[in-house]
């Protein structure tokens, strides 16, 4: 398993931020994110949306940082993407 962090560019409460997914299991997902403090309420779906200032230690604790396309091909490829038309809001 791969876990996969991408650059924090999305605005949202102040901050910019990143996705963390991973590229073939959603429970070791689960388990890094809890390892790294990421909290449970920052899952959506098939990723965390995590704030930039988390980012630089994801890396340092083992994720591959990769641009937001590779995030999203690697993400599909998996079979874990979730696509925004499946998503109930």
Do not use: N, Q
């Amino acid at each position: 398993m791969t876990v996969l962090v991408d650059d924090p560019l999305w605005p949202a409460h102040g901050r910019l931020w990143a996705h963390l997914v991973s590229d073939a299991d959603l429970d070791e997902l689960h388990a890094f994110a809890k390892a790294h403090d990421v909290p449970a309420r920052a899952f959506d779906l098939d990723h965390y949306d995590v704030p930039a200032d988390l980012v630089p230690r994801l890396i340092a604790g083992g994720a591959e940082h990769v641009e937001g396309k590779e995030l999203v091909r690697r993400l599909i490829a998996s079979g874990l993407r979730v696509r925004g038309r499946d998503r109930r809001r």
